[in-house]
């Protein structure tokens, strides 16, 4: 496969189908990508997020946090991507959680970043984060 700055790039395929990219590095333009058959199970598009990931251990202790913080039963499924506001959590609940989370980490969460948490994941990944800066 060839390319060249502004120009458009054909990508070689199976006859089932053909893809043309066009691409320009000098003016920062997106990227756009035509597909002439529109039948594709396998192909899907989704947005992507880039964030750390904390580590297993970390994401498990956040869980146990807000499951002591909730009140709920030790067997409920609590995940990364468990939001606070599905588990019940109202804003005060969240407070809680943070100031548990401050605690048990020994860390302290300014509360601008304690507002960007939504998720067990949120939390975990912003715990990792202020630890790191900690050492």
Sequence with gaps: ???SIGAVTSISAPSSFSCKATTRVSSLKPFSLSLQRKSFP???LRSLRVSCVAKPETVDKVCEIVRKQL???????VTGESKFSALGADSLDTV???MGLEEAFDISVEEESAQTIA???DAADLIEKLCESKA
Aim: hydrophobic content about 55%; aromatic content about 0%.
């Design 96 to 98: 809680e959680i943070v």
């Design 119 to 121: 998720t067990v994941q």
């Design 71 to 77: 009140a709920l039963p030790a067997d409920s499924a």
């Design 42 to 44: 396998s192909l899907r």
């Design 1 to 3: 496969m060839a390319s």
